[in-house]
């Protein structure tokens, strides 16, 4: 046999007595909230050698160097760039040699100066200039990949410095004239020097702001 309890399922409160009903949240929590990065990368993360993606001994060594600016055009100068290309046949290197531990101390042992990995990290200094050593992209990717950190962004930024202003790329040609100066190093010196500079602009007008990539 079984009962059936015929309660209502509430009982109402006093009329004179403050209510206690709690209303449920329409939803979950919400998610946190992205926060800035930094600007504690400059400090923390570069490795000996960084900047030598490249060994310095390659007669065929270039140049890359610049300056990070934020949106007024002032220097930043904590600021972290990682940067990746192709090897001179056209692949993404797979050697190691990029960031190596002293097993007796666990600490950055560096790079071990002949390996040409095609990846490096360096910080900015106090005049938001950065310099690294590599060679020049192949013709079938001819481009230095350029990922940024940086004080004040919610998420670091991807982008592309050409050595060759005139690279067959599909980026390049599918860009109106000015975004795709941004892009492009400037070519310092004669033809017997092999440096190029490479501004990054975090913000700007078109003519100024570096153009960034959206990977999804």
């Not at 990070?68 to 290309?85: I, K, S, T």
């Not at 050593?133 to 004040?152: D, K, S």
């Not at 410095?161 to 005139?166: I, K, Q, R, T, W």
Request: aromatic share 6%.
């Amino acid at each position: 046999m079984s009962t059936v309890d015929r309660r209502p399922s509430t009982v109402p409160a006093p009329a004179s007595a403050p209510s206690t009903s709690v209303s449920a949240p329409a939803s979950g929590p919400a998610p946190t909230p992205s926060q800035t990065v930094g600007p504690f990368f400059g400090h923390a993360l570069p490795l000996t050698g960084g900047g030598d993606v490249a060994p310095r001994s390659a007669p065929e060594t270039v140049t890359l160097h610049g300056r990070v600016l934020d949106g007024r055009g002032e220097p930043v100068p904590d600021a972290l760039l990682e940067f990746w290309q192709a090897g001179p046949d056209g692949r993404p290197p797979a050697a190691p040699g990029s960031m190596r531990r002293d097993h007796s101390t666990g600490r950055d042992a560096g790079r071990d100066g002949v390996t040409f990995t095609g990846w490096g990290r360096v910080p900015t200094d106090a005049d938001g200039h950065y310099t690294v050593r590599t060679l020049r992209p192949p013709a079938a990717a001819p481009y230095v990949g350029v990922l940024l950190f940086a004080r004040g962004l919610l998420h670091h930024l991807y982008t592309r410095a050409y050595l060759d202003p005139a690279a067959d790329d599909a980026l390049l040609a599918s860009l109106p004239g000015e975004r795709r100066a941004t892009l492009v190093a400037t070519h310092e010196g004669g033809e017997a020097h092999r440096v190029y500079r490479f501004d990054l602009r975090i913000q700007g007008d078109d003519a100024q702001e570096t153009v960034f990539l959206d990977f999804r």
